[in-house]
T-cell receptor, first 114, second 117 residues
Framework: AQSVSQHNHHVILSEAASLELGCNYSYGGTVNLFWYVQYPGQHLQLLLKYFSGDPLVKGIKGFEAEFIKSKFSFNLRKPSVQWSDTAEYFCAVKDSGGYQKVTFGTGTKLQVIP | GAVVSQHPSWVICKSGTSVKIECRSLDFQATTMFWYRQFPKQSLMLMATSNEGSKATYEQGVEKDKFLINHASLTLSTLTVTSAHPEDSSFYIC?????????????FGNGTRLTVT
């Protein structure tokens, strides 16, 4: 069974600080990896995704994530956060085989202080 | 594109009654939809996978007879919480694959806040 672990539950940063949110997964097969964001009062939105190829993927709003296969990690980064980045971030892994099941991490709540 | 509409956005019902939640893909056909449940301060828990024209696949621990899922068309899946109890109060979220092959992300509805009194 696949599982996803997000180490940081709540992160507080000042504007312009750099961000890195950890995500580790466990699964024996080929996976697709995602980061979703949930702004207050809104639904989940796709931030970025990795399927294959370049392990460094760039998403919307200046976010990027790096897939390190040997570490089973897919950490999310942003060089300089803004107040509008305050949200909850979920890492997710999808079994790229027939079942297509998506498993989410427990989420990291990011609070950016102006 | 890839809009998923979920209705209602919130519902309050009395214990013992049933509630139906609809999930529609507005601008694409979704052969596969997923139903999640999100508890406060916790992650999304996959309840079941809904496949058009066939029976849903439920995750371990999810009661099939309590959470009835119907995926009658390529654009609509419904979740019915039968004989609801206060412990069923939660945030239910549907999502759909756009059908763009294996390399397609999930697109989510806005969720339904269910409160059972």
């Amino acid at each position: 069974a696949q599982s996803v672990s997000q180490h940081n539950h709540h992160v507080i940063l000042s504007e312009a600080a750099s961000l890195e949110l950890g995500c580790n997964y466990s699964y024996g097969g080929t996976v697709n990896l995602f980061w979703y964001v949930q702004y207050p009062g809104q639904h989940l939105q796709l931030l970025l995704k990795y399927f294959s190829g370049d392990p460094l993927v760039k998403g919307i709003k200046g976010f990027e994530a790096e897939f390190i296969k040997s570490k089973f990690s897919f950490n999310l980064r942003k060089p300089s956060v803004q107040w509008s980045d305050t949200a909850e971030y979920f890492c997710a892994v999808k079994d790229s085989g027939g079942y297509q099941k998506v498993t989410f991490g427990t989420g990291t709540k990011l609070q950016v202080i102006p | 594109g890839a809009v998923v509409s979920q209705h209602p956005s919130w519902v309050i019902c009395k214990s013992g009654t049933s509630v139906k939640i609809e999930c529609r893909s507005l601008d694409f056909q979704a052969t596969t939809m997923f139903w999640y449940r999100q508890f406060p301060k916790q992650s999304l828990m996959l309840m079941a996978t809904s496949n058009e024209g066939s029976k849903a696949t439920y995750e371990q621990g999810v009661e099939k007879d309590k959470f009835l899922i119907n995926h009658a068309s390529l654009t609509l899946s419904t979740l019915t919480v039968t004989s609801a109890h206060p412990e069923d109060s939660s945030f239910y979220i549907c999502s759909a694959l756009t059908g763009g092959g294996r390399n397609s992300p999930l697109h989510f509805g806005n969720g339904t806040r269910l409160t059972v009194t």
